[in-house]
């Protein structure tokens, strides 16, 4: 089977509502880089730009032709689209031009096939593969195994080529049913980290924003880093000391990016969901990329989706090494709430600790205090400033039961007592 490396390929994009030429080059250049985390290579591209789309074929039966004569004219074995194409729209074009065709989800899901390490991780991949491939099936199969393997045949692949729709169902239900095994198991193990009740912080960002290598950084721990897209599939957990000596859990996830497919957003949410339990996030962002605002947007989309919009978070703006001065500066006065740092270098590290810091939720503790009369005033000081759960007093002095912050506590060690 044709399982090329450098299987070359011609990307295709066609502007959208709203979209400036610019931005869709952009999203074909991050097109090209998915392709080469598969394994392939991008040798040639076809952009519409009118709004003459056909509903059968996507682009119009003029670009058709265009992409034609580039497949020949390249030797090219593969169609990208950047957009997902409907399953009629892939069959169409793959008996039109007789070369696979694919879109930017099932390239994604490629990727993520051959990346996945952890068990749950491949899980989930194989699920959203075959999600997304069950409509597209009829006919599509014998095509494909025409066409050859190699890109977006992986995974599941070959096995999937010569099943019917009844053994992908089965296969579904069986991996659903895995899944929810592994996932039970892994809510335990946060549950009893929970239970350390070790605050989590998750590194979130763009995808190659340097998440992981700023994980390394912090914790001397020794994830794969790379130049490439979704470095990291499965995420990492692990301790870190703030300055004041607190410790948190810190969390490596998946990169995010611009039209993340929803099937993965769905079988990654269990992952994701370090995510929206954390308790502060960090959001990683590549600032040496002239595009970072909408890498930025795209994040903060995906938050969204996954019901963490609103959680504390940390704007960090990593690879200023790459920055000239001004530059910094500017990011400096433009956002004096964020902290510039250089994960590679080890820059701006303590800043960012600090700013973590301050973000966590302060720890809290049930004290009991016994309180001489000459200090019936420290009385007022804990209504104000916990939750008073017993309050007796005695011929001896006060008795208070509180919930309170920690550091407070402390303060006025020399009246607590032990609680009960
Ligand atoms: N110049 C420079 N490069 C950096 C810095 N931090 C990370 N990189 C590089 O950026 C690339 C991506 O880094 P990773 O740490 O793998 O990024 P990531 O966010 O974990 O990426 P994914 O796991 O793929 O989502 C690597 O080539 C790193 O060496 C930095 O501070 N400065
Ligand atoms: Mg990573």
Redesign the pocket.
């Known amino acids: 089977m044709s399982q090329g490396p450098n299987e070359r390929g011609i990307l295709v994009g066609c502007i959208q509502k709203g979209q400036s030429l610019a931005d869709l080059l952009e999203s074909l250049d991050e097109l090209a880089l998915l392709l080469q985390a598969s394994g392939g290579l991008a040798v040639g591209r076809v952009v519409q730009t009118s709004s003459q789309l056909d509903g059968a074929t996507y682009v119009s039966l003029g670009k058709v032709d265009e992409i034609r004569w580039q497949i020949e004219a390249e030797r090219a074995s593969l169609v990208v689209f950047d957009d997902e194409l409907s399953p009629a729209q892939a069959r169409n074009l793959e008996n039109m031009l007789q070369v696979k065709v694919l879109d930017r989800t099932q390239l994604i899901l490629d990727i993520f096939a051959q990346r996945a390490q952890s068990k749950e991780g491949k899980l989930q991949v194989e699920l959203a593969q075959l999600n997304y491939l069950l409509p597209r099936l009829t006919g599509l199969g014998t095509e494909l195994s025409r066409l050859g393997g190699g890109i977006g045949t992986r995974g599941p692949g070959e096995t999937r080529l010569e099943t019917d729709r009844r053994r992908i169902r089965r296969r579904i239900a069986h991996l659903r049913r895995a899944l929810d095994q592994v996932r039970g198991r892994r809510s335990l193990q946060r549950r009893s980290r929970r239970r350390g009740l070790l605050p989590t912080v998750a590194l979130i960002?763009y995808?190659?924003?340097?998440?992981?290598?700023?994980l390394n950084r912090l914790t001397g721990a020794d994830v794969f880093?790379?130049?490439?897209?979704?470095?990291?599939l499965d995420p990492t957990v692990r301790r870190a000391v703030l300055p004041d000596n607190r410790r948190i859990l810190l969390v490596?996830t998946?990169?995010f990016i611009r039209k993340l497919p929803h099937q993965l957003v769905a079988a990654f949410r269990a992952t994701l969901e370090e995510v929206v339990e954390a308790d502060v996030l960090v959001h990683?962002i590549d600032a040496?990329r002239a595009d970072w605002e909408k890498q930025c947007m795209a994040v903060v989309q995906v938050l969204e989706e996954l019901g963490a919009g609103f959680h504390p978070l940390l704007t960090v703006f990593?690879?200023v090494?790459?920055l000239s001065p001004d530059q910094r500066a500017r990011l400096r006065n433009g956002h004096p709430d964020a902290v510039l740092?250089?994960?590679?270098?080890g820059w701006g590290i303590p800043e960012l600790l600090d700013a973590v810091g301050r973000l966590l939720p302060e720890p809290t503790v049930v004290a009991a205090f016994h309180l001489p009369y000459d200090r019936g005033d420290l009385v007022g000081y804990l209504h104000d400033r916990g939750q008073v759960l017993e309050e007796h007093y005695t011929n001896q002095g006060i008795h208070m039961k509180v919930i309170m912050p920690r550091i407070l506590a402390n303060r006025l060690a020399e009246y607590m007592v032990a609680g009960d």
């Open positions: 960002g995808t190659n924003s340097g998440k992981s290598t700023l880093v790379e130049d490439q897209p979704f470095a990291t490596d998946v990169g990683v040496a990593n690879k090494d790459l740092i250089s994960a590679r270098h």
